[in-house]
T-cell receptor, first 113, second 113 residues
């Protein structure tokens, strides 16, 4: 059974600073997803990482995947207040007859002035 | 383009009452999912349906039943609601072989008193 762990659970950072959220998973995962959730809202897809060494960037966010270490990171560069949200990573397994996403517990990011 | 539509958005139930959460997607996806989200626990899979006519238990299925009525619709039923089922419920759909994206509905906030 795939288990996904994120850390930290809560992150308070100042505007302009850099930080990284870590996502470890327990078994082989076919893909790794990153989602953003604003309070009271649904989940917004940020990145889908499909293979070892994959790196994707959108604005101040960059996600990477190391399948050998079973680790994905979400790096925040020069944080701004608009990035305040909860970020989830999710591992994906396709057994051939079914596919499932398993989520981490989320990292609540608060960017302060 | 509606995507994944959930109804209702909010619901308050008394302990022991029953209700059905509705979910419909217009993307012709085969796979559909029900998750619950609780503070500090991420999203946990309740049930999923790999294709029309099939359903399988996820991580936390107790107290719930599901019906995959057709390819578009996947409903979640609480037969006898309990306060422990107070949560935000999300429906999602995906088509693993074609699109890497998993799409989420807006969520149903359920309170059981």
């Amino acid at each position: 059974e795939l288990k996904v762990e994120q850390n930290p659970l809560f992150l308070s950072m100042q505007e302009g600073k850099n930080y990284t959220i870590y996502c470890n998973y327990s078994t082989t995962s076919d893909r790794l997803y990153w989602y953003r959730q604003d309070p009271g809202k649904s989940l917004e897809s940020l990145f889908v990482l499909l293979s070892n060494g994959a790196v994707k960037q959108e604005g101040r966010l960059m996600a990477s995947l190391d399948t050998k270490a079973r680790l994905s990171t979400l790096h925040i560069t020069a944080a701004v207040h608009d990035l305040s949200a909860t970020y989830f990573c999710a591992g994906y397994i396709n057994t051939g007859t079914a596919s499932k996403l398993t989520f981490g517990t989320g990292t609540r990011l608060q960017v302060t002035l | 383009n509606a995507g994944v539509t959930q109804t209702p958005k909010f619901q308050v139930l008394k302990t022991g009452q029953s209700m059905t959460l509705q979910c419909a997607q217009d993307m012709n996806h085969n796979s559909m999912y029900w998750y619950r989200q609780d503070p500090g626990m991420g999203l946990r899979l309740i049930y999923y349906s790999a294709s029309e006519g099939t359903t399988d238990k996820g991580e936390v299925p107790n107290g719930y039943n599901v019906s995959r009525l057709n390819k578009r619709e996947f409903s979640l039923r609480l037969e006898s609601a309990a306060p422990s089922q107070t949560s935000v419920y999300f429906c999602a759909s995906s088509e693993p072989g074609i699109s890497v994206e998993a799409f989420f509905g807006q969520g149903t906030r359920l309170t059981v008193v």
